[in-house]
Every structure is written in C-alpha cells, then in structure tokens.
C-alpha cells in the first residue's frame, strides 16, 4: 500500500538514504539531483541498494535532474541537501509548487524555513503551502557505494517544526506511520537554535585541519578527532548558543542532553557522550577540508546564531572565534554570503514580535516579509557555488 508520494531533492549521503527508506515502506518517491552524474547509477537500477540497519532495494518512481518532473504529483517534498542549497532551490521550485503541497527541510540548520519562506515569496509563489524543518537530519548514513547508501544509525527522536507553528499537527500527522522518530516542538526558532550541527562540525574540522590535511582524512571523525580539549571548546560554543535561545523565551537542549535523547549515550561530558556513542562509531573525518562541516554549518549555522546573538547584545565570543577562524583560512567572509537577521526578514522585530512571527505566521503593524533583493541571492549563489569548485558535489 502507498502511503504517501514523496519527492526527494538532494541524491547525497542523506538523501539516497532517506529516498531508499521511503520506497522500501511503501511510499511512492521521485528523487531529483541537481547534476545527473550523480543519478546516472540509480536511473541505471531503478532504484537504490540500502544496508545497514535497514536493508533492501528502494525502487523509485522517478529519478531526475528536472525539479518541476520531480515535484509533480507529490505531496511531501523532502528537502535532504546541504543548507547552503536552501536558496538554489527555493528559487527552482517556485513555479511549480501547489496548494496543499508540504515542505520538509532535513535539516533547517539555522533559520532555514524562514529564509525559504522569504526566498519562495520573493519570486511571487503564492501556493498554499506548509514549510517545515527538523532541527537534524534523522540518519547517520553514507553513499557506500554506486546507487548503495549506508545508514548506520537513527535517532531516536527527532524534532521539528512548521512555519507558522499552528500548522506543525498537519505535518506530524502526514508522517507519524513512516517516520514516527518526528517529533513537534514550539517553532522554528527551536529548531534552528537547537542546530546541534553547528557545535559539532566547523570546530572539530578546523582543529583537526593538519591531521585531515595529512592522512586525507583517514581517521574517526567523532572518536579520534574530538578530543578532551577541543570537546571543551565545542561546550563553550554550545552554551552561547543556549544563551541566544533563552533570550528569546526559547528552552534549548544542551548537546549533551541531544545525544542522550537522540543515541541514548552515556557519559558526564560531552567528550565521554562522544566516545561512548556507538552509532557514530565507523563515521570518518573529511577527505578535505573543503567540506560542508564548514560551507554549510558556518555561514548557515554559526553565522546566523552570532547574528542574532549581536542584534539583542549578546556575547558570542567562541563562536565568533571559530566563524573568523574559517574565514582566515577560507579567505571567505563567511558572514557575507551567511544568514543574517535581516536576510531572515527578522530586521526591526523584537524579541516578542519574532516569536509572534514564527508561531502566527504574521505580527500586527509590521511588514513581516520585506520584499528581498534576488541580486542579493544571485550574488550569494555565485560565491557558493562558483568560488569552491570542489564543493559543488557536496550541495548537489
């Protein structure tokens, strides 16, 4: 019986995961992927091998690098890329998105569904729509291989929300009877400042640059390349951002608390969490450290957070250590071409007005949605899609 049609962008490590579990439970699901390359392997098959917890042949319905072919027909678009993504295809999907249709970003990271709202409503899409995200991606899981995808673990519980949050039952109970592992919390503010990414990728890979330089990254990401050390830096980093979320009425879960809940691992310290969880445990480091722990978790995760953080006077000097950090050795200014305040339309709102905004979906005497300026995002693709060569493959 097919529960639901799916369509799912992003053919990477999450997206040929979450494709393969889907049609393996009986959903009918079109996978789309910016370049065709990637595709050419499972168009080939037909669908997608998956191993791992979860084992068997995913068939797909539809396999293509045409989004509005993609889109057709479906119900839940499930959005798996990298962040830095988000932008591209919010412009893409415009004209083809209907009413009813409900969006699904896996993850958000931070401010994902506002920024898509914006970007959708800038370029005159007036579909009615549900944007949500989750504040993860709900699989460990890794291509292994031509149309073969790994998933070496799911959490346990994984939240997410709706913008406005009044619409959050809607998607949960799309959902609840293939990806029970969804669970709803407040709003979108709580999921993209409980963005646990952003602790646990940009600081490690720069910390770890000479040994991922030097072994092209032959090494266990979670276990060798934390160490007691650098797990204190990513503490003080997870404790900003804590700070940023309860000046906002918003109650965050400490990433110590997130890998408890999420992996049911133990430990008193977040180092001791980290070796101790066993679903991270065969999970390497970056080849290189032209990678999206840095493209997608600084500018779409720690920038935005030190944005709000600045707007409302709140001190962030960790994060702002590891943000300059990456922008020395990235030339890049990674708080240029990242998610502001104001490129979230959150610009002149207070602390209660952006609260009324991501529950209600609007605020009373303010302009919620300001028009956006598309040669801003032009600008912004351009930057992140044409200045690392290499990382094109990654936001695929």
Same mark, same amino acid.
């Given at each position: ?15 040929? /995961? ?46 293509? &690098? ?11 678009? #499930? ?13 893409? #999907?415009?004209? +083809? ?19 898509? +709202? ?8 007036? /579909?009615?729509?549900? !944007? ?40 949960? &109970? ?35 640059? /000479? ?26 980093? &997870?404790?900003?951002? #804590?700070?940023? /979320? ?16 999420? +992996? ?20 390497? $480091?970056?080849?290189? !450290? ?6 997608? &978790? ?12 600045? +707007?409302?006077? @709140? ?7 590891? @943000? ?25 709102? =207070? ?10 979906? =609007? ?25 690392? $060569? ?7």
């Amino acid at each position: 019986m097919i529960l639901e049609k799916f369509a799912v962008l992003g053919a990477g490590n999450g997206g040929q /995961a979450m494709a393969a579990y889907l049609a393996l439970n009986g959903c009918k699901v079109n996978l789309y992927n910016r370049s065709r390359e990637r595709l050419e392997p499972i168009i080939k098959k037909g669908g997608i091998f998956l191993s791992g917890i979860y084992q068997g042949f995913g068939r797909l319905n539809k396999i293509t &690098d045409n989004i509005e072919e993609a889109l057709s027909g479906t119900d839940i678009i #499930m959005v798996v890329t990298p962040a830095v993504a988000h932008r591209y295809l919010a412009e893409k #999907m415009s004209p +083809y998105l209907r009413d009813g249709q409900k969006i699904i970003l896996n993850p958000g990271r931070t401010g994902g569904t506002l920024e898509f +709202y914006n970007i959708l409503k800038s370029n005159n899409c007036n /579909a009615d729509l549900i !944007i949500s995200e989750t504040q993860t991606f709900l699989y460990a899981s890794r291509v292994v291989g031509p149309a073969r995808a790994k998933i070496f673990g799911v959490k346990n519980r994984v939240a997410i929300a709706a913008f406005p949050s009044n619409r959050t039952r809607e998607i949960i &109970d799309k959902l609840y009877k293939i990806l029970p592992q969804f669970s709803p919390v407040e709003n979108v503010m709580k999921t993209s400042l409980d963005n646990i990414g952003s602790i646990f990728h940009p600081a490690p890979t720069l910390l770890n640059m /000479a040994w991922i330089e030097s072994t092209d990254g032959n090494f266990s990401y979670y276990q060798q390349g934390i160490s007691p050390a650098i797990s204190k830096i990513m503490e003080k980093m &997870d404790q900003e951002r #804590m700070n940023v /979320a309860e000046s906002l009425g918003i109650s965050p879960i400490s990433a110590l608390d997130w890998l408890r809940m999420s +992996y049911g691992a133990r430990g008193k310290s977040l180092y001791e969490l980290l070796q101790n969880n066993k679903q991270y445990e065969g999970i390497g $480091a970056p080849e290189e !450290i032209k990678h999206r722990y840095i493209f997608e &978790d600084v500018p779409m995760g720690l920038v935005p957070i030190s944005s709000l953080a600045n +707007y409302f006077g @709140i001190s962030t000097p960790t994060i702002d250590m590891i @943000i300059e950090l990456a922008n020395l050795v990235y030339d890049t200014d990674f708080r240029k071409i990242g998610r502001t305040v104001k490129s979230l339309g959150l610009l002149g709102l =207070n602390k209660k007005e952006i609260i009324d905004l991501v529950n209600k979906g =609007n605020i009373s005497n303010v302009e919620v949605h300001p028009k956006l300026r598309r040669t801003l995002y032009k600008g912004l693709d351009n930057i992140i899609y044409g200045q690392f $060569a290499e990382y094109q493959k990654e936001v695929e």
